[in-house]
């Protein structure tokens, strides 16, 4: 049952990373998107065990790297995501979380890893990032991000859940 979770957790990132780089880019507002890998790293981290939503983050994070038309230096999302996949993982609750705290935790989430982009970015001279323009990069992701989280987060911690193999033997 675990291989199957590890397939439908890349699967999920591979969807998200196709939408987030080839449709969203047209309901940009100014240059910014939701981000669709934050969501599902949240999503794991808040439905399975820590470990798992470390790798993914990461793994997640370096595909968005990767991903065309990516013009930063590579690993930078893949700290941001890793780091949210972190903080996530200790806000989540053993029972089941309330819709209050799911959002919450995305917005938290969508906060750390935005900042933590932008700043290492500035850090790293990159000619498209500036002290000016941080904020607005910063709260309108987290805007963003909010916005999808009914949409996004429900289904994929349903997903998480049922392929979870300490729920499958009960």
Same mark, same amino acid.
């Given at each position: 049952?675990?291989?199957?979770?590890?397939?439908?957790?890349?699967?999920?990132?591979?969807?998200?990373?196709?939408?987030?780089?080839?449709?969203? $880019?047209?309901?940009a507002w100014h240059g910014?998107? $939701?981000?669709?890998?934050?969501?599902?790293?949240?999503?794991?981290?808040?439905?399975?065990?820590? $470990?798992?939503?470390?790798?993914?983050?990461?793994?997640?994070?370096l595909t968005l790297d990767?991903?065309? $038309?990516? /013009?930063?230096?590579?690993?930078?999302?893949?700290?941001?995501?890793?780091?949210?996949?972190?903080?996530?993982?200790?806000?989540?609750?053993?029972?089941?979380?309330?819709?209050?705290?799911?959002?919450?935790?995305?917005?938290?989430?969508?906060?750390?890893?935005?900042?933590?982009?932008?700043?290492?970015?500035?850090?790293?001279? /990159?000619?498209?990032?500036?002290?000016?323009?941080?904020?607005?990069?910063?709260?309108?992701?987290?805007?963003? /991000?909010?916005?999808?989280?009914?949409?996004?987060?429900?289904?994929?911690?349903?997903?998480?859940t049922r392929l979870n193999?300490?729920?499958?033997?009960?």
């Open positions: 049952m675990s291989y199957l979770r590890w397939l439908a957790a890349f699967a999920a990132v591979v969807v998200a990373l196709v939408v987030q780089v080839s449709l969203f $880019p047209h309901l910014i998107v $939701p981000n669709l890998c934050l969501l599902v790293v949240v999503a794991a981290a808040l439905t399975v065990e820590a $470990p798992f939503a470390l790798v993914l983050g990461f793994a997640a994070g990767l991903a065309p $038309p990516a /013009d930063h230096i590579a690993g930078r999302w893949a700290l941001a995501l890793t780091v949210a996949a972190f903080l996530a993982a200790r806000m989540r609750q053993d029972v089941k979380p309330t819709a209050l705290a799911v959002v919450g935790t995305v917005a938290a989430a969508s906060f750390v890893a935005t900042s933590l982009f932008a700043l290492t970015g500035v850090l790293l001279d /990159d000619p498209t990032m500036s002290i000016a323009g941080l904020l607005e990069v910063v709260l309108v992701a987290l805007v963003w /991000d909010v916005l999808l989280t009914p949409f996004v987060l429900p289904p994929l911690m349903r997903l998480f193999p300490q729920w499958a033997a009960q």
